[in-house]
């Protein structure tokens, strides 16, 4: 059986950053956490709990000690909370999700009507949006932006992992709703190479196995794309391959989501090797 990885998988840049990060402050004594889950991992955020990193939901459970800011990011009312509680603040939000934050920023300040693209319930999204000072509308379809009123000068922004081609057609829709506009592309190449690595592997293979947390969106978009073109299961671990889903298959792929460690990937490489 030949097993192939795609091209593109597993950690993107920001990830591995705040783990890193992450794993520099770590604390035997149980006060060091990061500001919700790290990552949308089970398997790593136990991991880092075993090495002295725990998580919070909320500041307000913290007395003393570090909270680290995961790649997402927060918005600045955070920041001000983590000082005025006397937590030190480490700061893990990925470079490119600081930058789209700091774009809303930027617009708001020179006068502009600020729309992020993106989706509405994702963390980084929420905090670009704490970033605009409350003040940008959310846009994730073309029908909502077709919605939008017209005004004097718009300003785009985009949450990082969202679809090159729905962020065009999306932005088609907003062109004629101001003279003024300006338009951060703040889409990280993180995940289009991901996905036209799986996409590309997909179709020539007979099984496409795609290895990530169940609640991470990215690793689940994967998987639907994937399944457009073969035989696809989404799984966490290796522990999760079955017998039968082998049968009659002679190519596997493999890809794994942005926040798929390593060793998993491995594991579930190995065990299809072994077959
Ligand atoms: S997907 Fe891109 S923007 Fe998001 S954490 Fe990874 S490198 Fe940063």
């Not at 783990?19 to 402050?25: F, R, V």
């Not at 920023?105 to 970033?131: N, T």
């Not at 399944?227 to 671990?237: F, Q, S, V």
């Not at 391959?241 to 594991?267: H, R, V």
Request: aromatic share 6%.
């Amino acid at each position: 059986m030949e097993v192939i990885l795609a091209d593109y998988l597993g950690f993107c840049y920001g990830v591995k950053r705040a783990i890193t990060i992450a794993q520099e402050n770590a604390s035997s004594d149980g006060k060091a956490c990061t500001l919700g889950p790290i990552i949308h991992n089970p398997q790593m955020v136990e991991r880092l709990r075993n090495e002295g990193v725990g998580t919070v939901d909320e500041l307000a459970e913290m007395d003393e000690g570090t909270i680290i800011i995961r790649s997402h990011g927060v918005g600045p009312k955070i920041y001000a909370e983590a000082k005025k509680r006397g937590l030190e603040l480490v700061d893990a939000t990925c470079p490119h999700v600081k930058k789209a934050q700091l774009s809303a920023k930027a617009l708001v300040d020179d006068g502009y009507s600020v729309v992020i693209i993106g989706e509405k319930r994702h963390p980084e999204v929420h905090s670009i949006f704490e970033w605009s000072d409350g003040k940008a509308a959310i846009v994730e379809t073309e029908e909502e932006a077709e919605a939008l009123h017209s005004c004097a000068k718009l300003g785009i922004v985009c949450q990082t992992t969202f679809s090159g081609a729905k962020f065009k057609q999306i932005v088609s829709r907003l062109l004629e709703k101001s003279r003024d506009i300006r338009i951060q592309r703040t889409i990280c190449t993180a995940t289009d190479q991901r996905q036209a690595a799986a996409l590309a592997l997909a179709a020539k293979v007979d099984l496409m196995l795609v290895i990530g947390g169940k609640n991470s969106a990215n690793t689940t978009r994967l998987a639907r794309i994937c399944e457009e073109k073969c035989l696809t299961y989404h799984i966490e671990t290796a522990e999760e391959l079955q017998d039968e889903w082998f049968d009659k298959i002679e190519k596997i792929g493999i890809t794994a989501g942005a926040s798929t460690p390593d060793w998993i990937i491995k594991e579930v490489y190995k065990k299809c090797q072994n077959r």
